[in-house]
């Protein structure tokens, strides 16, 4: 039961938490008074590394969840490309990303580079792969039951 809920309530944290992070505080944060592009990337830099390592534990768990509670086909293969989108963002991109920060935060050059393209790249997958995985997960964990419960109880209510 436990491994079940897990496959709606782990994709739907980690999508909460690229929302929160890469849509909303990153973008925010350029623009607090005072704010300089290197001290931004470096609060950027401590940010996402502490997220990536969050990410790598709910794809660990979700993959686990979705392994031992023996979810379709479709959700183990988009489980384990959303996994591998991940391990390229954090093992690849953000290293790239990383060299490319140093040198501003150093004053060797002005902002602006093509590597965060890629960074935003893998998140919008990731994201798009969540939400997938949701809508795979609802429908087979909801079954022709489940819906028709959520059918009833919305024309119930009038």
Same mark, same amino acid.
């Given at each position: 039961?436990?491994a079940?809920? @897990?496959?709606? !309530?782990?994709?739907? !944290? ?5 929302? /929160?992070?890469?849509l909303?505080?990153?973008?925010l944060?350029?623009q607090?008074? /005072? ?8 609060? /950027?830099r401590? !940010?996402?590394? %502490?997220?990536? !390592?969050?990410? %790598?534990?709910?794809?660990?768990l979700?993959?686990? %969840?979705?392994f *031992? ?7 183990r293969?988009?489980?384990? %490309?959303?996994?591998?989108v991940?391990?390229?963002?954090a ?11 140093d @040198?501003?935060v150093?004053g060797?050059?002005?902002g ?5 393209l ?5 998140? /919008? ?12 997960? @609802?429908?087979?964990?909801?079954g ?6 959520l059918h009833?109880? *919305?024309?119930?209510?009038?």
């Open positions: 039961m436990i079940r809920t @897990a496959r709606l !309530v782990l994709p739907a !944290v980690w999508l909460g938490l690229i929302v /929160g992070i890469s909303i505080e990153t973008p944060k350029f607090a008074p /005072g704010m300089t592009i290197p001290l931004g990337l470096g609060i /950027g401590l !940010v996402f590394a %502490a997220m990536n !390592v969050v990410e %790598a534990v709910l794809a660990a979700l993959l686990l %969840a979705i *031992r509670s023996g979810a379709p086909r479709p959700e293969v988009l489980a384990i %490309a959303i996994a591998a991940l391990a390229l963002k093992l690849v991109v953000r290293p790239l990303v990383q060299g490319t920060t @040198a501003v150093a060797d050059r002005e602006g580079s093509g590597m965060h890629l960074y935003i790249a893998a998140d /919008g997958l990731l994201i798009v792969g969540l939400l997938a995985l949701l809508g795979l997960a @609802a429908r087979s964990l909801l022709p039951r489940g819906r028709d419960a009833d109880d *919305r024309t119930n209510r009038g």
